[in-house]
């Protein structure tokens, strides 16, 4: 068996090590940060991620796994090495590539000190050309090797979902190896098929179509979403209109299929924004002009604004009102706040001169300087306590457990705005005023 080191201890990397870890591996996830190392090694997951907690204990109990934050020690006593560190924003938009330099770098000098030949796997998103001309060649520059003897290179996209990243790692639909050579592809490949038994397609493509593939892959699923916020605002004008069905309808053709056509409050996360961003500026810089990765951001950033108008159109005169905004983390079971539509929507509220009290299962404070005036409540009842409009901005199970009686019992006027669409309309207009995205009036 192969042992493996990983690069960084985010989302990606906790998750592909846990995994690794789970199937009898001997993983060493490295990372940087002190703090970080200790709390994996103490079995303390860094960040919220279901059933995270109970793999990383088996992982650190049976030995398999454990946390370094020496990446030279890591790499020396591994055949395989992921990089899996972060690829955030610039202020272009386009890709900041310090960590994936400094991993190289490390990596590079590790190499340097190491007789067997070692794997290099870059699994952070990261633009097309970036493995061959940053990674390989910064690797080259700092270890005095040459890949494809030496050392082995391939790149291989993640696709898990934050909120379900350990069942995603373990069951993907597919897995791309993007290869420099073919000894690198038949390595990891063989490593892939032995993790997941030959249970899942495994394509191999040059590394630039493999990194593509990322790219290509989120941009189309924001542009399902995007399009299905547009539709949603197109159904509110229409009397008797209900976005919901409409696409229930249109999914089932099997062409489009019935995912991500929900229409909400838009897109966050971590990665649907920075990687649509991030294509575009890569477009743009080679002279291509990329105008339906554009026309799905703007879609996106008028979406939040939309809900806020919504709450806005139900409050009347905002000022010493108080809203209940129900959901902050980007999706349900995480605590990511990155690109929440939540601070879009609050942000735009406490603009306009309300009172935002917001609500989460899990987040439970948003530490932003510039949110010092939005409210924390400690339970749902607390947030709509006195609350003049409620909306409902992420789909945990809580709020979808909640009936028009516990709007009605507790807010000073019963209204609630529907963001995410998981209140039955019939149920709530009849005894409450209800508002929801892509809903139009009642005929
Ligand atoms: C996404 C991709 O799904 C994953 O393959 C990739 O590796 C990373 O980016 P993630 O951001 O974790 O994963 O969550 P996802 O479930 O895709 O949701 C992203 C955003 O889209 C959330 O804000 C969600 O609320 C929104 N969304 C999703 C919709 O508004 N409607 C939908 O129908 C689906």
Not at 40 to 59: K, M, R, S, V
Not at 308 to 316: D, F, H, I, K, P
Request: hydrophobic residues 40%; contains cysteine; aromatic residues 6%.
């Amino acid at each position: 068996m192969q042992r493996i080191s990983i690069i960084g201890t985010g989302y990606v990397g906790l998750s592909t090590a846990v995994c690794f870890a789970s199937r009898g591996y001997h993983v060493i996830a490295a990372t940087r940060n002190e703090e970080n190392a200790r709390a994996i090694n103490a079995q303390q997951p860094p960040f919220y991620e279901p059933g995270l907690d109970a793999a990383l204990t088996h992982g650190i109990r049976s030995k398999c796994l454990r946390a370094e934050t020496s990446r030279a020690k890591a790499v020396s006593e591994t055949d395989v090495s992921f990089i899996t560190v972060a690829t955030p924003e610039q202020p272009d938009g386009g890709i900041d590539l310090r960590y994936i330099i400094s991993a190289s770098e490390d990596l590079g000098r590790a190499l340097q000190k190491k007789d067997t030949y070692h794997l290099v796997v870059v699994k952070s998103t990261v633009i097309p050309g970036t493995t061959r001309e940053v990674v390989k060649l910064t690797i080259e520059r700092t270890s005095q090797r040459a890949a494809g003897r030496d050392f082995g290179l391939c790149m291989n996209p993640e696709f898990l979902r934050q909120g379900s990243a350990i069942e995603d790692t373990l069951h993907p639909d597919r897995v791309i190896v993007g290869e420099y050579d073919a000894r690198s592809g038949t390595l990891l490949e063989a490593l892939l098929n032995e993790f997941y038994e030959g249970a899942v397609p495994v394509l191999k493509m040059g590394l630039e179509s493999a990194e593509m593939v990322k790219y290509a892959s989120n941009a189309f699923l924001a542009t399902k979403i995007s399009y299905a916020n547009e539709m949603a605002t197109v159904c509110e004008t229409v009397p008797g209109v209900d976005v919901t069905h409409v696409m229930a309808a249109v999914g089932l053709d099997p062409r489009v299929n019935p995912q991500f056509l929900n229409a909400g409050a838009g897109f966050g996360g971590s990665c649907f924004p920075k990687d649509v961003k991030a294509l575009r500026t890569f477009a743009e810089k080679h002279g291509t002009q990329a105008p339906l990765l554009r026309a799905v951001l703007t879609v996106n950033e008028a979406q939040a604004r939309h809900v806020a108008q919504l709450v806005l159109s139900c409050l009347g005169e905002p000022e010493g009102k108080k809203v209940a905004l129900l959901g902050l983390a980007f999706k349900p079971n995480t605590d990511d706040l990155r690109e929440a539509p939540s601070l879009k929507i609050a942000a735009q509220l406490l603009e306009a001169g309300a009172r935002v009290s917001a609500y989460d299962p899990v987040v439970k404070k948003v530490a932003f300087s510039e949110f010092e005036a939005l409210e924390h409540a400690d339970s749902v009842q607390a947030c709509l306590a006195g609350a003049h409009c409620c909306v409902v901005v992420t789909e945990w199970d809580e709020f979808k457990a909640l009936t028009p009686d516990d709007f009605i019992t507790h807010m000073a006027k019963p209204i609630v705005v529907d963001a995410r669409r998981i209140y039955d309309p019939q149920e709530f207009r009849q005894r409450l005023r209800y508002k929801a995205v892509g809903l139009g009036d009642e005929r």
